[in-house]
């Protein structure tokens, strides 16, 4: 069986989890005069919401290279390749919640692909980003020490390489897990429907 890999598994999406909560913790808290009267804790519960549809999605392929009964998953070289689909996309969607951060104020709404849009048709685009370097420069500073803790953490727990004994014994209790989990992801893409419905009255938060 997998343990030790599916346990790694697990501690990795915990670790996209507990980055994710950072980030609405450093949008409430510099947004915190335009949040109206929301409990800071329904913030976080109904934020959740949204939040696990964004991480499914963007670990999609990461979630499919550790579940999926390769033989060589614990290998030095597909570990590499499992690393760059976990940080590329990861890194990219945690950039976009720390440019939310400044563009909040302005918008009152959180970033859509109409405001990537907008951004887009800007001819000066050089001046703007340079613009919001120069206000929002600790902004990076703190995406890039968050980023580099991600990655120590991500790799203080490593799978252990060792060859697979007995083929069917591993295909079969992988297929298991891999529906198992499958049915998780998929509840977690589409949410629990009540909680979702809610969950709009938050959206701008």
């Not at 999609?60 to 060589?72: A, E, K, T």
């Not at 968050?146 to 591993?170: C, D, H, M, T």
């Not at 298991?176 to 979702?196: E, H, K, P, Q, S």
Request: glycine fraction near 6%; proline fraction near 2%.
């Amino acid at each position: 069986m997998r343990i030790r890999e599916y346990v790694v598994f697990l501690y990795r999406i915990f670790l996209v989890y507990l980055f994710y909560a950072i980030a609405r913790g450093l949008f409430i808290y510099m947004n915190r005069g335009l949040m109206g009267d929301y409990n800071t804790s329904d913030l976080f519960y109904y934020g959740l919401a949204f939040d696990n549809c964004a991480i499914m999605y963007t670990n999609l392929l990461f979630i499919l290279l550790s579940l999926l009964p390769l033989w060589i998953n614990t290998h030095k070289k597909f570990q590499k390749v499992v690393f760059w689909s976990y940080f590329i996309p990861n890194t990219i969607a945690y950039a976009t919640n720390f440019i939310d951060m400044a563009y909040y104020p302005f918008s009152k709404s959180r970033l859509t692909s109409a405001s990537f849009a907008v951004i887009e048709h800007e001819n000066n685009k050089m001046k703007i980003f340079s613009s919001f370097l120069g206000g929002y420069w600790y902004m990076f500073v703190g995406f890039f020490l968050l980023i580099a803790l991600w990655v120590f953490l991500y790799k203080r727990v490593k799978n252990v390489e060792e060859p697979v004994a007995q083929k069917k014994s591993y295909f079969g209790w992988s297929a298991v897990f891999f529906l198992g989990f499958g049915t998780l992801i998929m509840m977690a893409i589409r949410g629990v429907v009540l909680l979702r419905i809610h969950a709009y009255q938050y959206a701008r938060c």
